[in-house]
């Protein structure tokens, strides 16, 4: 990954696009990154492009709700060691890096992003001794920032633990940045095989040519494609933005896996759908998709008590929600919108 590629400061966006933005937003907390090309893909002569609101600071950030939280699926109360997520059994996350290749606005995990105190090696003596984990997945960050030499390093050590049979990779960069899948990273990833790697885009217009050709060069080298994407107000909530995302990702073999309701990210209150706009918006995908385009949507709770299907939650009144959890545990689930 190249430093020129990418823009790093309201400034430097300013100087790229030969247009001045709004002073509102220099003094944001979570600052700015946006890869080059991503910002090409923008109209930004149009305030409610749905790739700028993803990307670019909003003065809306800094007015937070009380029920936002620095931790909103509950990351740390699961983390026993740095750089270990592990909530359900049989599988964990490793988080190794602190970077992403674009600051996304309604990102979970700012707090992670402002530093990392990740440690491989207690992270890999845990994997070892926990033999009931079966699958590793690499979240962050984005793992894919993670250099060539440093994966391969990583994914041999892991390979040589006998009770881990499946890898997993969730990314964003091959919608935001596809020239770093390249035919090598591909290849050290099939390596590792089995692996899957679950692709984080959110509109359609995030499958462009490049995106396109990065999942070739994943597909050539037998990689398991599926994709995540996050329901956010004035970018994805309408039916037919949804069903040409889901529609085209299908199309060049790519599994939609999870639609996620947003999480309780600090400063991301502007994004919120409410629950039963989005049941409404998944029951009239289904009169005009295949199953095979559909996601899964799920709320990832707080608290940290794991992905819950929306369709499970029963309607209490006055924006409560009850199911229960993947440990059978009742969950209360307050829609803040």
Same mark, same amino acid.
């Given at each position: 990954m190249q430093k020129s590629d990418f823009i790093f400061s309201?400034?430097? *966006?300013?100087?790229?696009?030969?247009? $001045? *933005?709004?002073?509102?937003?220099?003094?944001?907390?979570?600052?700015?990154?946006? $890869?080059?090309?991503?910002?090409?893909l923008i109209d930004w002569h149009d305030p409610k492009d749905p790739l700028r609101l993803m990307v670019l600071p909003d003065a809306r950030e800094k007015n937070t709700r009380k029920y936002e939280l620095a931790d909103p699926i509950g990351d740390i109360t699961h983390s026993p060691v740095p750089g270990i997520i592990h909530? #359900?059994? &049989?599988?964990? +996350? @490793?988080? @190794?890096?602190?970077?992403c290749a674009v600051h996304c606005r309604f990102c979970f995990r700012k707090n992670l992003l402002e530093s990392s105190a990740a440690d491989l090696q207690k992270s890999l003596a845990y994997l070892k001794q926990h033999t009931e984990i079966w699958e590793v997945i690499f979240s962050g960050g984005d793992p894919?920032?993670?250099?060539?030499?440093?994966?391969?390093?990583? +994914? &041999?050590?892991?390979? =040589?633990i006998p009770h881990i049979k499946v890898i997993r990779f969730h990314t964003r960069t091959p919608a935001v940045y596809p020239k770093r899948v390249t035919s090598q990273l591909a290849q050290i990833l099939r390596k590792a095989a089995p692996v899957t790697?679950?692709? #984080?885009?959110? #509109? $359609?217009?995030?499958?462009?040519? /490049?995106?396109?050709?990065?999942?070739?060069?994943? %597909?050539?080298?037998? @990689?398991?494609l599926l994709s995540q994407t996050v329901l956010m107000r004035d970018v994805n909530d309408d039916v037919e933005t949804l069903k040409n995302l889901f529609q085209g990702l299908v199309k060049i073999g790519v599994k939609p896996y999870y639609l996620h309701h947003l999480d309780y990210a600090i400063g991301t209150h502007y994004f919120r759908v409410s629950v039963e706009k989005g049941k409404r918006l998944v029951q009239s995908l289904r009169d005009t998709l295949s199953g095979t385009c559909i996601p899964e949507y799920v709320i990832d709770t707080p608290g940290g #008590? /794991?992905?819950? $299907?929306?369709?499970?939650?029963? &309607?209490?009144?006055? /924006?409560?929600?009850?199911? =229960? &959890?993947? %440990?059978? =545990?009742?969950?209360?689930?307050f829609d803040e919108v």
């Open positions: 309201i400034e430097e *966006l300013e100087k790229y696009l030969k247009i $001045p *933005l709004s002073s509102e937003i220099k003094d944001v907390h979570f600052k700015l990154l946006i $890869p080059k090309y991503y910002v090409d909530r #359900h059994a &049989n599988r964990a +996350l @490793l988080n @190794l890096t602190s970077s894919f920032t993670l250099t060539d030499t440093f994966l391969e390093k990583i +994914l &041999n050590e892991l390979r =040589k790697v679950v692709l #984080h885009i959110n #509109h $359609p217009r995030e499958i462009t040519e /490049g995106f396109r050709r990065s999942v070739q060069k994943m %597909q050539k080298a037998n @990689l398991m #008590h /794991g992905k819950i $299907p929306v369709f499970w939650f029963q &309607n209490c009144g006055k /924006g409560k929600y009850t199911a =229960k &959890n993947f %440990q059978n =545990k009742k969950i209360l689930y």
